[in-house]
């Protein structure tokens, strides 16, 4: 358990530093501010499992599952909290759950030259902090208990967590109106490395997640201000 303490308190730190720059970075564009809104996205996260349960090494867990969120941003920039709840899919052997929540940051490659006008189109870089939870459902982790296999519902039998760096790239479709209203349709695949992992006790103590893959679509919407 110190393990666990300590990386999620490390963690924590992580996430108030890069909050602190998200800050610092919109105070010193705020004349520019121009998008403030709301998220709501279908998520597909998938990763593999390294563990010494045999029944979880090298598992590919593919899940689905809604992210959503607050946004800000301004003409080049946009910012994003979210949090995200997901479940594995039905081509999984066993039953996972994954909650996610986290912090980025997307920068749009047009607007970065000489030419910063607005396009219809808008290709971003994102990056940000993620912090994941995995819950893990079965029967696999109780060899020394006596277990009763004629329960449908699997239990739980432990959780995992893992603090991420975030990096990825998608496409924005981006309207607005005359009434300051937007709203912008967007797809994206992003990358999780991790930074700390640690487990809820020691029969997870060596079970970890490994390359995390997700692809968001979704839309952003809420008030444009004025330029």
Known sequence: MTRFN??????LIL???FFSLLLKSCAADAQQLTYLGYELAASAPSHRVSSNIPQLHDLKIAYTGLRIGG??????AKYKATAGLHYSNASVPHSFDLLTGGLSA???LLRMGKVKRPHSFEPY???GLQQAK??????????????NYSKAKETRQGSTYSTQLTTGAGIEYQLENAHRNFIHFFSEINYGLPIYDAASSDRFEQTEIRSTW???FGINFGIAKRR
């Open 6 to 11: 300590d990386n999620v308190f490390r963690g």
């Open 15 to 17: 996430l108030a530093l």
């Open 71 to 76: 946004v800000m941003g301004t003409h080049w």
């Open 106 to 108: 997307q920068v749009y």
């Open 125 to 127: 870089f994102t990056t």
């Open 134 to 147: 995995t819950n893990y459902f079965g029967t696999y982790a109780l060899a020394d208990r006596a277990t």
């Open 214 to 216: 997700v692809i968001n």
